[in-house]
T-cell receptor, first 121, second 112 residues
Framework: GAGVSQSPRYKVAKRGQDVALRCDPISGHVSLFWYQQALGQGPEFLTYFQNEAQLDKSGLPSDRFFAERPEGSVSTLKIQRTQQEDSAVYLC???????????????????FGPGTRLTVL | GESVGLHLPTLSVQEGDNSIINCAYSNSASDYFIWYKQESGKGPQFIIDIRSNMDKRQGQRVTVLLNKTVKHLSLQIAATQPGDSAVYFCAAPLVGQGNLIFGKGTKLSVKP
């Protein structure tokens, strides 16, 4: 079946430009995560959606980063006034389950997309 | 804060040999761990997971061992093949949340 898809796969932006990165999760998945992966590092959490609600944005590095998932499926990560330090691979992941009370279901595999490689010149 | 980390950034093995990739974690309350494989230009791919009520779990050619006493886990790959060449990450959900904490990764290179 179809996995998580992301577009564009590659994006080159000039410093100061706004960019929008798209994630199409697996159909029916409640949870959606965005991660940022710098070169040679592991992915780092940015933000989490349960359906259309953004329940955690503690990982967003600055107020230039904004994410939305208005209809609880497709999500967009927007970066305003891009800086060189924003250059990274942006990964989206989705999982079937959401929260039970205050905690996410732990044993809940996250399926990752291929990522968008953003290069800011 | 919580951390999950790998011991070696690179590992080179001969094709057919067994590979062992190690990982340490900081939070003794962590109770679920996952190993991911990431090939160049792709997102992380789930390999195997283990819950803290287990010491060992086996998959196809892979075994994960968990030592809660020393907060250490390892991934063993039997009869390593060229297709196993990738970066391997251990990860654990942030306790009380669900987002994953990843280590830096070990790059496995398989020599023919």
């Amino acid at each position: 079946g179809a996995g998580v898809s992301q577009s564009p796969r590659y994006k080159v932006a000039k410093r100061g430009q706004d960019v929008a990165l798209r994630c199409d999760p697996i159909s029916g998945h409640v949870s959606l995560f965005w991660y940022q992966q710098a070169l040679g590092q592991g992915p780092e959490f940015l933000t989490y959606f349960q359906n259309e609600a953004q329940l955690d944005k503690s990982g967003l590095p600055s107020d230039r980063f904004f994410a939305e998932r208005p209809e609880g499926s497709v999500s967009t990560l927007k970066i305003q006034r891009t800086q060189q330090e924003d250059s990274a691979v942006y990964l989206c992941a989705s999982s079937l389950l959401g929260r039970q009370g205050a905690r996410l279901f732990l044993y809940n595999e996250q399926f990752f997309g291929p990522g968008t490689r953003l290069t800011v010149l | 804060g919580e951390s999950v980390g790998l011991h070696l950034p690179t590992l080179s093995v001969q094709e057919g040999d067994n590979s062992i990739i190690n990982c340490a974690y900081s939070n003794s309350a962590s109770d679920y761990f996952i190993w991911y494989k990431q090939e160049s230009g792709k997102g992380p791919q789930f390999i195997i997971d283990i819950r803290s009520n287990m010491d060992k779990r086996q998959g196809q050619r892979v075994t994960v061992l968990l030592n809660k006493t020393v907060k250490h886990l390892s991934l063993q790959i039997a009869a390593t093949q060229p297709g196993d060449s990738a970066v391997y990450f251990c990860a654990a959900p942030l306790v009380g949340q669900g987002n994953l904490i990843f280590g830096k990764g070990t790059k496995l290179s398989v020599k023919p």
